[in-house]
């Protein structure tokens, strides 16, 4: 995609602006701790909240810009990152007994702070990823950014009628919330559809979510990176676990039996492919690390930023500089609140806090430049995290509760920066595209995070305190419950599968020497460690609609080889598929909120098969094969709108 810079003259950081992207920073982080806790994921704010503020700047105040809605959703992604980082270790600390109920503070500042230190991490680093890095396509950041565009253009289009791109976008949206829909809130549509079977003593399972943003994400990203996803996933889920022994696994059934197979196991293969994926990162862009702390060092010694054109001025390295000073001092006193005030822990804790975040800053812009926001595998980075600190801490002598509190608190601050980093890495692709100031989205992202970071307790302690609990079938909070698994295996009883740590390591190895070899032979299809890593580690369901959408995206391409350069490029693909992402995010928020207030999902789907005289047993089964068959109808409304370009 290529966007004109805007003109200076366009407004932008407004007062309408900055009030709109606090209310949907409050509400999209609120509805995305309810979701994640409850369904152990979160729906990516990017989209849906340019498509809000859009709607709002152009439908009622009539002259908002694309620079007013950029900032409006970089403020309100700050809501839906931080609440991501928040639910997948703090929620372990009530879980394991440590806190009765969620201690403000202590929670706000871990938000805080891990958040504004994964925005400061980040800065210096957008040159490298987000304008020098050819290979990331950052799938979310380029759907943002023509749903931002695309509105403009038609609202300056002399024509009253809407435009052949809106029409697109809002076919897409529209596609994608009915089908979001139909599934999550009427029962008629089953996600994901999945068969599995237990022969002897192994299990087989395959299965596909029935998603429209996966399958957009899938055609965004290209069939190169769409294969890794899935050949990772084929790694775990067709060969991992058909070899593991599953007789003694218990379960309801076999997709049940495969599922803790992954869960408690093959998983971990994952993570440790994404140590080595993580380190091969950092090697790969260390010379693009080294210029872009050159660049730090220059802003902090130079004060003639005036001569930087605005759509590539960043925060002034002494505010940089001067805002990690306080984040990490903030960061330190806390761990020696936590720790009762011992100097000791608190330095190594600080110390390894300091090291992993700034790791793991580059890893996750790094996969969301590669897979999208929505895919990034953070939890397998804060694993890596609390694996890490624990050893050191068990090293160095510190176990018990003590030590239980140190690695959550160092896992905490961690997911944040690493949510909050990748959130801002994907904000500004996004800006660089609509021709906006880096500057000025960095400030909003602050002001996102800082409103966002003081609703986190109220909001978990509400879901904890008016419910049957958390770790209950309300609220089963999966992340938080793995680090409580991993919290009492370090440091109290329990054991974690080393073995499957191993293997992942030397999958990931195995596959640098592959790409070595394509690498000498000069071939165009070159494998990463990362994404294959992330199929690994991600349910099997996630990674086949991701496929699917691939190989879409390469049959548009290959029907298009002929036409002009513009035309080949797909974008009429893409700005459908911008629209799905949009249409199921934004009803997967609006139902977040609906189930909050009391309304109770229904079951459509499974009472008209039985009045239909479908049996009991098979109703599940049928039931997949609709919904399958309605995810192919999905894909060929997809190439049929994306190639039909050629006829107009």
């Given at each position: 995609m290529t966007t004109p810079a805007a003109p200076q003259s366009v407004a932008e950081i407004t007062v309408r602006a900055v009030i709109l992207g606090i209310v949907l920073s409050v509400v999209m982080g609120a509805a995305n701790v309810y979701l994640g806790l409850k369904a152990g994921m979160t729906v990516s704010a990017s989209i849906p909240a340019a498509v809000i503020a859009t709607g709002i700047l152009r439908g009622i105040f009539r002259n908002g810009t694309v620079l007013e809605a950029n900032?409006?959703?970089?403020?309100?992604?700050?809501?839906?990152?931080?609440?991501?980082?928040?639910?997948?270790?703090?929620?372990?600390?009530?879980?394991?007994?440590?806190?009765?109920?969620?201690?403000?503070?202590?929670?706000?500042?871990?938000?805080?702070?891990?958040?504004?230190?994964?925005?400061?991490?980040?800065?210096?680093?957008?040159?490298?990823?987000?304008?020098?890095?050819?290979?990331?396509?950052?799938?979310?950041?380029?759907?943002?950014?023509?749903?931002?565009?695309v509105a403009e253009q038609d609202a300056e289009a002399a024509s009253g009628g809407a435009s052949s791109g809106i029409r697109n976008v809002g076919s897409g949206i529209l596609v994608g919330a009915v089908m979001k829909f139909l599934e999550k809130f009427l029962g008629l549509i089953?996600?994901?559809?999945?068969?599995?079977?237990l022969q002897g003593r192994h299990v087989y399972y395959f299965g596909l979510h029935?998603?429209?943003a996966l399958l957009a994400v899938g055609y965004i990203v290209g069939l190169s990176v769409a294969v890794q996803i899935f050949a990772g996933g084929a790694i775990g889920w067709l060969i991992a676990i058909p070899l593991l022994d599953a007789s003694n696994v218990t379960g309801d059934s076999a997709a049940?039996?495969?599922?803790?197979?992954?869960?408690?196991?093959?998983?971990?293969?994952?993570?440790?492919?994404?140590?080595?994926?993580?380190?091969?990162?950092?090697?790969?862009?260390?010379?693009?690390?080294?210029?872009?702390?050159?660049?730090?060092?220059?802003?902090?010694?130079?004060?003639?930023?005036?001569?930087?054109?605005?759509?590539?001025?960043?925060?002034?390295?002494?505010?940089?500089?001067?805002?990690?000073?306080?984040?990490?001092?903030?960061?330190?006193?806390?761990?020696?609140?936590?720790?009762?005030?011992?100097?000791?822990?608190?330095?190594?804790?600080?110390?390894?806090?300091?090291?992993?975040?700034?790791?793991?800053t580059a890893v996750a812009s790094y996969i969301?430049?590669?897979?999208?926001?929505?895919?990034?595998?953070?939890?397998?980075?804060?694993?890596?995290?609390?694996?890490?600190?624990?050893?050191?801490?068990?090293?160095?002598?510190?176990?018990?509760?003590?030590?239980?509190?140190?690695?959550?608190?160092?896992?905490?601050?961690?997911?944040?920066?690493?949510?909050?980093?990748?959130?801002?890495?994907?904000?500004?692709?996004?800006?660089?595209?609509?021709?906006?100031?880096?500057?000025?989205?960095?400030?909003m992202q602050i002001v996102g995070v800082t409103v966002a970071s003081v609703i986190m307790a109220p909001v978990m302690k509400v879901l904890h305190e008016g419910s049957d609990g958390l770790g209950?079938?309300?609220?089963?909070?999966?992340?938080?419950?793995?680090?409580?698994?991993?919290?009492?295996?370090?440091?109290?009883?329990?054991?974690?599968?080393?073995?499957?740590?191993?293997?992942?390591?030397?999958?990931?190895?195995?596959?640098?020497?592959?790409?070595?070899?394509?690498?000498?032979?000069?071939s165009t299809f070159r494998i990463h460690v990362m994404p294959v890593a992330v199929g690994i580690y991600l349910p099997f369901d996630i990674a086949v609609p991701i496929l699917f959408g691939g190989l879409i995206a390469w049959t548009v391409k290959r029907r298009k080889a002929g036409m002009p350069e513009d035309a080949a490029a797909g974008q009429q693909g893409v700005l459908v598929a911008s629209g799905l992402i949009a249409g199921e995010?934004?009803?997967?928020?609006?139902?977040?909120?609906?189930?909050?207030?009391?309304?109770?999902?229904?079951?459509?789907?499974?009472?008209?098969?039985?009045?239909?005289?479908i049996p009991e047993g098979q109703i599940s089964f049928t039931m997949a094969i609709i919904s399958t068959l309605v995810l192919l109808a999905l894909g060929a409304w997809l190439f049929r709108r994306a190639t039909r370009q050629n006829q107009q």
């Open positions: 900032l409006v959703q970089t403020s309100a992604s700050a809501g839906e990152s931080l609440a991501a980082g928040i639910i997948f270790t703090v929620p372990a600390l009530v879980l394991l007994g440590l806190w009765e109920t969620f201690d403000f503070w202590t929670t706000t500042w871990i938000a805080f702070a891990g958040g504004l230190l994964g925005i400061l991490f980040m800065i210096p680093m957008r040159r490298v990823f987000v304008v020098e890095h050819p290979d990331l396509r950052f799938p979310e950041g380029i759907a943002c950014a023509e749903v931002l565009t089953q996600d994901p559809a999945s068969w599995a079977t029935i998603s429209p049940d039996i495969a599922g803790k197979l992954w869960s408690t196991k093959v998983r971990y293969m994952g993570v440790g492919a994404m140590v080595v994926g993580g380190m091969v990162s950092i090697w790969k862009v260390r010379q693009g690390l080294a210029i872009a702390g050159r660049e730090v060092f220059s802003l902090m010694t130079n004060k003639s930023d005036h001569t930087v054109p605005d759509t590539e001025r960043n925060l002034g390295g002494g505010q940089i500089l001067a805002l990690t000073l306080l984040c990490v001092g903030a960061i330190a006193w806390l761990y020696f609140t936590l720790l009762h005030h011992v100097i000791g822990v608190t330095i190594l804790t600080t110390t390894i806090m300091i090291v992993m975040a700034f790791f793991f969301v430049g590669l897979v999208g926001n929505s895919n990034s595998p953070v939890s397998g980075m804060t694993i890596t995290a609390f694996l890490g600190t624990a050893a050191l801490l068990l090293l160095f002598g510190y176990g018990g509760t003590d030590g239980m509190l140190a690695a959550l608190g160092v896992a905490g601050v961690v997911c944040c920066v690493a949510c909050t980093a990748g959130d801002v890495c994907n904000d500004l692709k996004t800006g660089h595209l609509v021709g906006a100031s880096p500057r000025r989205q960095q400030i209950s079938t309300d609220f089963p909070a999966p992340q938080a419950q793995l680090f409580r698994s991993l919290a009492e295996a370090f440091f109290g009883e329990g054991d974690i599968p080393w073995t499957m740590v191993g293997w992942g390591v030397g999958v990931a190895g195995l596959l640098l020497l592959v790409d070595l070899v394509l690498a000498k032979q000069n995010s934004l009803i997967g928020v609006l139902l977040a909120f609906l189930a909050y207030l009391g309304y109770k999902n229904y079951h459509f789907g499974e009472n008209l098969l039985t009045s239909l005289g």
